[in-house]
């Protein structure tokens, strides 16, 4: 999604487009976008008044957010509606009272946009370690965490805050992103059945490392991680050099086309098979101000054509892979 309304705000302004952070953690996407005019900044002072910005997939603070909607003529906000779930657990929680234990990497910009929510009420923890040096939080404790993490991960801290505090509330529904429990669920399954594993994805994305680290833990003595084909280790005559079973995945937020080609230069001799352990059908729609603006420019430049009534540029939105939609802006 995230993905997706940048390429449609690069279709809609003159540039340049400003995104406050990385759109999403894939360094092959944002050099992509910073191709096309996009300017990545971390302080929206860096901005210049008067510009269209867009607020990264991770989620930001809400100070933040109101200073770009300040200073740009157009914001979108592209946070992902699952860390706005965690968003709305913070500030409800907090409202009632409770002090919060927020399971989150240090300086991720997601558990950086969480805790600005209530930073009054909310302490971050990312090891057992952690929990185990809370002061005591009273009665009222909350648990909830970053969406990216490692269900491994997630699990052991969160044992440890159940031991801690026995009557902490919990949401009814996993905090964890589908996107990165499926991916690693299949990695369980793939793991021991290969001799390497090759994990697609940029240093910086927490469920790529995840992935990386629960290919080791399942088994396999082999794992690459590599942000595309270029980062094969190559044998002298330009091969992929790597033997035996390969098992390939890629974090969540890697273009399927990336996939497509390490697949190709690893050459299979024997075909691939795809391990399936789930079917995910769950959209989220471009951003409701981002649909209003190209559903207007849509009918406006039909109506200068002299032609009927459009039913809005998105409406086969579902369909359009983000990788299909980044291309066609080349």
């Given amino acids: 999604m995230a993905i997706k309304a940048l390429t449609w705000m690069v279709r809609s302004f003159e540039g340049p487009v400003f995104c406050y952070h990385e759109i999403v953690h894939n360094r092959v996407v944002v050099d992509?976008?910073?191709?096309?005019?996009?300017?990545?900044v971390d302080d929206i002072d860096d901005v210049p008044e008067g510009r269209p910005i867009m607020l990264s997939a991770h989620g930001t603070a809400p100070a933040v957010v109101d200073a770009a909607r300040r200073r740009g003529s157009f914001v979108v906000d592209a946070v992902c509606p699952l860390v706005t779930k965690v968003h709305h657990e913070v500030r409800s929680r907090a409202e009632k009272g409770y002090t919060i234990v927020y399971i989150g990497h240090d300086g991720h910009e997601e558990a950086v946009g969480t805790m600005a929510v209530a930073p009054e009420a909310i302490h971050r923890v990312e090891h057992v370690a952690d929990v185990e040096a809370l002061p005591d939080l009273g009665e009222h404790v909350a648990l909830l965490a970053q969406t990216t993490l490692s269900h491994r991960d997630w699990a052991?801290?969160?044992?440890?805050?159940?031991?801690?505090?026995?009557?902490?509330?919990?949401?009814?529904?996993?905090?964890l992103c589908f996107a990165t429990t499926n991916r690693q669920a299949a990695m369980v399954e793939l793991a021991p059945r290969c001799d390497a594993i090759v994990v697609i994805g940029s240093a910086n994305s927490s469920n790529t490392l995840a992935l990386e680290r629960l290919a080791r833990e399942s088994g396999c003595a082999t794992v690459l991680r590599v942000n595309s084909v270029d980062d094969l280790p190559r044998r002298a005559d330009g091969s992929a050099d790597l033997m035996g079973t390969i098992g390939v995945t890629a974090?969540?937020?890697?273009?399927?086309?990336?996939?497509?080609?390490?697949?190709?230069?690893?050459?299979?001799?024997?075909?691939?098979?795809?391990?399936?352990?789930?079917?995910?059908?769950?959209?989220?729609?471009?951003?409701?101000?981002?649909?209003?603006?190209?559903?207007?420019?849509d009918r406006f430049a039909s109506f200068g054509l002299g032609g009927p009534p459009t039913r809005g540029a998105t409406t086969g939105d579902?369909?359009?892979?983000?990788?299909?939609?980044l291309a066609a802006l080349r």
Wanted: no cysteine.
């Fill in 156 to 175: 052991a801290v969160a044992e440890a805050a159940h031991a801690r505090f026995p009557e902490i509330w919990t949401p009814g529904r996993s905090d």
């Fill in 251 to 297: 974090g969540a937020s890697a273009p399927e086309e990336l996939v497509a080609e390490v697949i190709a230069a690893l050459n299979p001799t024997n075909g691939t098979e795809t391990l399936r352990v789930v079917d995910e059908d769950e959209y989220f729609p471009p951003p409701r101000n981002l649909r209003d603006l190209i559903a207007a420019v």
């Fill in 318 to 325: 579902r369909d359009v892979p983000a990788s299909d939609a």
């Fill in 32 to 40: 992509r976008f910073e191709a096309l005019g996009v300017v990545f």
